[in-house]
């Protein structure tokens, strides 16, 4: 084989392939870092929600009639 048969991507287009890759590697970033900051969000509600939801029991337990 020459090496006229195994080029075959011009180095513009390899320039542009790799560009567009960096480009593709920041929207997957940036993604990641919005569902991670969501998730985040989240996991801080769920203990909020839980300690009030036992103590809403707790008290509806103490003053509820019987």
């Given at each position: 084989m020459t090496k006229n048969e195994l080029q075959r991507y011009t180095h513009a287009e390899l320039e542009n392939?790799?560009?567009?890759g960096q480009v593709v590697g920041w929207i997957q970033g940036a993604?990641?870092?919005l569902v991670l900051g969501v998730v985040f969000k989240l996991i801080g509600w769920i203990p909020t929600?839980?300690?009030v939801g036992v103590v809403a029991y707790l008290l509806y337990k103490?003053?509820?009639?019987?």
């Open positions: 392939a790799r560009t567009k993604g990641a870092l929600v839980l300690v103490m003053f509820a009639k019987k």
